[in-house]
């Protein structure tokens, strides 16, 4: 009897091994357009990455970001303007008096490292580049100091003695674009806003919905005199996608959107996991682990360093909010053992990845700017499932899978027939690595690992 008991558990743990679930991807049902994955090397940690390595160590970082066969792929990065009170960190450290009085700009053509990090980037094919203001200027600010909060002068109620800043504020940025231009490098998006609702010691600027709406117009008006129209504004950064929810209703209220291009959001307060109401496309544009030490582990506990907590939060804020882009905080960091706040890691001489970075990976190397979500039908156990179309054709399927077993899965395309596919994981022993997937009457079969991911990348005939 025991003998049958065990044979009839046999042949069940063969049919739960075998069997597939069907997943269909209907490309006419085209959902939110993608702009892309990226990070920051911020407040002079671009400056670091520069500095502080060099030769093999220092391309294998940056592969590692932006190379889409052995890295991450990311096509975007996000800089910051700086604010402060040298010329390192401000292209206006001082007050030129009043904000009428001339303006003496001036750039050091590097910009805490920067400039070299956009450059580095664009030999990547990074096109997507995003400037944002922490805060104004301190002697723009009711507070006259860049820190600490305080509100741009001119701004509905904050008026100050030194009179209304909003348009020199404006200038400011648009110069420092210029500057950018100028050099080669094109600013693609700009931000006058950082974390809006949150005060701290550090570069911060307050604005609710009524503060913004009364600069956002100066901003584009002054954008489209310097010739600078292509540029597009985002706003506002807020500290989670509750509060950004919530400022965004007033700017539509307001009838902001005709001006803006982008809403963007930070997942401090909230991550990303419902649609917030506007024909814009929205970003998650700064997102980070800022409680633990490194780790560079894929799955462990479901610890909020582990790769495969990003994931989950990833896949939520595409599926669920219909994100655009999914911005890190920053890329890269030298000897700062003691954060996760970045997704690759090193002593000086190594380069170590996080699990955080393949994360991303599994998104960003395949699906590509341009592309659009598009809707699939079908299920499978335990298993989130977001599906692409490239600008190329090609078709992917990323599916994730939360549960402890391993799944089988069966991927078709309406009105697309696939000539070829390949198919990666990611899991506790594997980075965005090469698997076995069989194409067989127009539909492909693979495996999802447990608690890990598959990408599934379908091209036609040529």
Not at 83 to 108: E, H, M, Q, R, W
Not at 219 to 242: Q, Y
Not at 244 to 270: F, N, P
Not at 306 to 321: P, Q, R, S, V
Request: glycine share 10%; net charge neutral.
């Amino acid at each position: 009897m025991a003998a049958l008991f065990t044979l009839a558990a046999f042949v069940a743990s063969l049919g739960q091994t075998y069997a597939q679930s069907a997943v269909t991807v209907n490309l006419n049902s085209q959902l939110q357009q993608i702009d892309g994955f990226g990070v920051s090397q911020a407040f002079g940690r671009a400056a670091e990455f520069r500095d502080m390595l060099s030769g093999a160590p220092q391309q294998q970082g940056l592969d590692y970001l932006f190379n889409t066969t052995t890295g991450a792929g990311l096509t975007i990065i996000r800089n910051r303007v700086g604010s402060g009170t040298t010329s390192s960190d401000s292209i206006l450290p001082k007050s030129p008096g009043g904000p009428t009085a001339a303006a003496n700009y001036s750039f050091d053509d590097d910009d805490r490292g920067q400039v070299w990090f956009s450059q580095q980037a664009m030999k990547y094919g990074v096109k997507t580049i995003y400037a944002d203001a922490w805060s104004a200027p301190g002697f723009m600010k009711t507070n006259n100091n860049e820190n600490n909060g305080g509100y741009l002068c001119g701004t509905p109620g904050h008026s100050c003695s030194s009179g209304d800043w909003r348009q020199a504020y404006a200038d400011f940025l648009v110069q420092y674009v210029k500057y950018y231009s100028e050099r080669g490098i094109p600013v693609t998006q700009l931000g006058f806003l950082n974390e809006p609702d949150y005060v701290t010691s550090y570069s911060s600027m307050q604005s609710g919905a009524n503060e913004a709406a009364s600069f956002i117009p100066i901003l584009h008006d002054t954008l489209e005199k310097n010739g600078l129209g292509n540029v597009s504004i985002a706003c506002c950064d807020a500290m989670g996608w509750n509060s950004q929810r919530s400022i965004t209703q007033g700017l539509v209220s307001a009838g902001m959107e005709k001006y803006l291009g982008y809403i963007t959001s930070h997942m401090y307060t909230g991550d990303p996991n419902s649609v917030i109401p506007t024909k814009l496309k929205t970003w998650q544009t700064e997102a980070a682990d800022l409680q633990s030490r490194w780790c560079a582990t894929w799955y462990s506990s479901g610890g909020l360093c582990e790769g495969f907590t990003w994931a989950n939060k990833i896949h939520n804020g595409l599926a669920n909010a219909n994100l655009s882009a999914y911005i890190y905080w920053q890329g890269l960091e030298v000897n700062q053992f003691q954060a996760s706040s970045y997704l690759v890691a090193s002593d000086g001489k190594t380069i170590t990845p996080s699990g955080r970075l393949w994360a991303l990976a599994m998104w960003s190397r395949f699906v590509r700017p341009g592309a659009y979500r598009v809707s699939t039908s079908g299920s499978v156990s335990s298993t989130g499932i977001t599906a692409f179309k490239n600008t190329d054709g090609s078709v992917v399927v990323v599916f994730l899978n939360s549960g402890g077993s391993q799944q089988n899965v069966k991927v078709s395309v309406n009105g697309f027939t696939p000539a070829a596919a390949e198919a990666y994981v990611t899991d506790n022993t594997r980075s965005v690595a090469a698997v076995s997937a069989t194409l067989s009457g127009g539909a492909v079969t693979a495996s999802v690992p447990s608690r890990g991911m598959l990408t599934v990348k379908l091209t036609g005939t040529a």
